[in-house]
């Protein structure tokens, strides 16, 4: 019997190697190609244990995330009330006109690309050139930080990959822009996509196109094909179309990191931000196709006066997009919407579409500028306006709002996911904004794990201070 | 010392610690519903929210660290009003969802309802409507009218237990927690290990057995499980001299985050329902009839007495069987031995025919389980864990997960194969060849140092076992740092069983019976002869039962099948069956004597990491019962031979007096002062 182990031996021998914790496979994609455009309405028990074992993920797994998201489960209740693109051309109200009037041109893109590549340390100059830019810090700020100084974080975070989102703020009804832009401009957003991977030093860039859109994909290639013959991709960097499964949470961004690791798309918990550890737990950068479409310019003109494309939502009688700087007033962007007359059926602006703030007449004169903006506290959750029409009464419009929330919340978090409909109980039963709807919709404010539950109550409370139960406008 | 301010006090800050944690540290009591044993925080029930300096809203304290100069707030009127609120919203959805919960009445959700003075949700006119309370499961109970969708069931089966039960079912404000497929509990993957219950905070998941108000004022004691060689760390929770409820300790090093299988979670339960014997019981005619102690044991000594007058002391033998500690084996053999003077003494431990040579080796396994968390290979040779040793099972798919390679091998295929990078059903190890494509050759190649070995008793033969032994040290495997084997045997203590002598060929210390030098400092001690020669092993004595080679048997929580036992135990002249409750071996027996439970006892018990570990009395034994040592004790006594044993850790003193290599330096003091146990070689123990 071996009693003489354990003997010291005389092999050589590596110290022991560091463990990798194994990837989860990515539930979602593979359910995608395992359904092929079925949904699971109809798969008996039999079916799903073939499903989850054909996947490799245990059948609960497998299940969860099909029942999150339309395209597997069938429902249409999430963002199908949200109004399409109007076919109108975007208009203009800033001068000269950036992203609109010129073509979708990369030339000058591309070459600067070219002369980075060939400096001794092209991010390290790239970052230079980016903290440079004048006025970018004050006007792309997200989760209180400028855009450099996100990436540069994304950077500098060790890690073996980095990753380069660009999302089209699918979820935010009125965001249309990043659709508009990966159709007319698709050359622009892949460059910028392109000087972000330098930059950070990425090797694999997302583009997240709603799968309603799904036109977009061949575009979005034509145009990747084209920069990698212009020599102009960075090392290593590969663009892949992510078509969503589904609308994603108010378009919190977190939650879309979890739909593109093929998980469930629940918000997550900050920190840590993205740019520490956003996809598989890798820094990563995320914004939209605006940010990157524009990129290009700012390099070259080295500032950023605030240009935005803003969705302008019905009932405006002329909805659609527009682009605008950071000068541009509330006031002006809704006479141009409204046309001089319409602009006194309207009570308010709603700033964010159907969540963020409520703008009242007397703040109408204050420009799109963030910092402006938030210190005349109208907290913007985005950028797309839709008017509040003198006279609408308050329950209907309330009721829609927490609608829209019901049907957008992801439901990880119990204020988020019962707190809306505990408001239109309170609402149902007294048809006015009674204390106990406001501490609701404080409550809910308050205590919501991400930015979508903190955002939506907020115009409800302000029309609440403003006009209590009276309908829209009344003093 | 860097320092944040919780409440104004300071408070120091730990690496890790979150905001919850550290409150709780220094005292401050905050709801945290929804919080998991499990490593990742879920931050969905919102009502640990705090108010923290210079953040523009409350942050959830369960999921956001303590940093360095952070100034904390977590009882502001804003947050309590807050919490009020978000009970309240939850309490009046129940009108408006089969969603919401409409029937909290236990757990800390109830206790919080009341402490902020939330009424609880009305019964709802559509009540009948709400999904039916599962009670198809054996251990569990579900009420989805009660669940309040936190997932934290889920977590904690996932992360924890590491099998997946439980599904959610639906987005946003229908989202619901439910056993997978919406099917009844009972047909999931459940494997009972009981971990979801304790974390679930609206009881909508209790024990379906011995459920019992939170209100009673318990006693708890830390102890560990000794039903199998992993050696759990439990909290015993008991009132009204009952356990009401076992918990896994959630620091243990044998089953980290708290986890325990079916067995030791639900010990208790099947021991207060069994028909336990309580009071000594001797047969008259087709019948038992209850005495007392003092007669019981009268019976006993006279028939001893004229047993062994009669056809000499080899004619008695006992059978130690997995229930006993260390210290009751120890004395089940010294009486067989000394007292009586036959040589015919065995446990159940020697009933693994592959194991039972190398663990009674030098130096049986040379690993810790703690070190499956670092492996980057881990190779389950003849185990099925799930079924025999579940918590391991859990430990070795977290280290899958974290990336440790997986080898099976094993005749079937079994449920770990489906996480294994290699199943290999041919228990001869492959021949060693450096250049081979065989995956199983190429991962034991690649991964030389790192490996841990879990040794199982499907293994078959000692020359498989020999055979993957000598391939793994021909690799210089099990000299590697971080590497090692672990024995498992089949039943608890395995090697504490080994360790103190109840085997037919080995005296306490394993030290063979022939080794004369040895046998003479043990007379020496104990003060008497013992018998030169071997004795039958434990089949062997059951084959002298039937012979009549035995007149008289002594089992002692050992349980033989039911025809085994009426082929072998119906013509002895005395048989002594010391046990919980009848079985089959009762059905034969001339005495019955009640025994204690391992929750009824104090005493030890060593896990297959070679842990020396100390066992509890958590309640009294009921009625009459005891616990074997002390039986013996008096036995011995009443057949002139006086030991002077007072308690458990006297008669521990003696048995690492004989196995000092192992022992040594380890008392029952020490073990109570080290709740994690000790493990041999003990440090400081030669010196
Ligand atoms: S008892 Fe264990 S296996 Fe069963 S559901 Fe709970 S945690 Fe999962
Ligand atoms: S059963 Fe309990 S732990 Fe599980 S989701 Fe419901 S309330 Fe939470
Ligand atoms: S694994 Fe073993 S020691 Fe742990 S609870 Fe189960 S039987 Fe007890
Ligand atoms: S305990 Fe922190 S969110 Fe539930």
Redesign the pocket.
Known sequence: MPNDFPTASAVPCPAPAAREPRPAPAIAHRLRQELRGQTTARLSDGDWAQLAASIGAPEAQVRTVAAFFEEFSGTTAHGAHFPSRPDAPPRSLTTPPQLIATADDTTSAFSLLKTLATTENPAATLAGRLSAIEGLARHRIKAGRGLSSRWAEAAATPAAERFVICHTDAGNPGSWSGEWLLEHRPGLVIAGMCFAALAIGAGEGVICVDRSHLSLISRLRTATEQARAAGVLPDDFEISVFPTFGSPVGGEETALLNAIEGRVGEARSRPPEPEVAGIFGKPTVVESAEIFARLPGWLRSGRDDGQRLIGLLPPFAQPGLVEIDATVTLRQVASDAAGADGLSSIAALTVGGRFGSLAFPEKWDTPLDLETLRKARIEPANFSLSPVPQGQPFSDWARDQLNFAMSETCGR?LPCRLGPLAALGELDASGEPTHRLREILDTVAATS?CGFGRDFPRPILQWIERWRHQPAGAS | MKTAHINSRPVEIRPGETI?AAAQRIGIDL?????TPGPE?????????VQVNGQPFPV????TMLEAGMDVQTHHVAVERWRTSLLRIVAESAARTDHAPSRVRDGVWSELLSHYGVTPPAPQRNDLSKPERDTSHSWLRFDPAACIS?GACLTTCETVAHQHVWEIAGRGPRRRIQPVGGRPLALTPCTACGACIDPCPTGALVERHGHHPAEEPRRSVESVCGLCPVGCGLRIESADGEVRRVSGLVHSPTNPGGLLCKRGKFAHVAHQNWDRITQPMLRRGAGFCKVSWDEALDFIAKRLSALVHAHGPAAFGAIAGAGLSTESAYLLQKFTRSVIGSPHIDSVAHTDPALDPVCRAAFPGTASFADLDRATCIVVLGADLDESHPVLAARVRQAVADGAALIVVHPRRIALSKSADCHHSDLTPPPPDDSSDDPLCRLLLTHRSGTVCLVGSDIATPEHLSGWMSRLNGLGTSALPGAGLIFLGGVGNHQGLLLSGALADSLPGHVPVSDSQARARIEDLWGRCLPVESGLPLTGMLVGARDGRLRGLWLAGYEPDRVTADATLAGLDLLVVHDLIYQNASRHAHVLLPAASLHEQTGTAINAERRVQLLRAAVPPPDEARPDWAVLTVLARRLGVEWPYLDPAEIFAELALLAPDRLAGITHRRLDEQPEGIQWPCPGGNA
């Open positions: 978090c794990l | 919850l709801p945290a519903p929804c919080r925080p879920l931050e969905s029930c919102r009502l640990c929210v959830a304290a369960c999921g936190c």
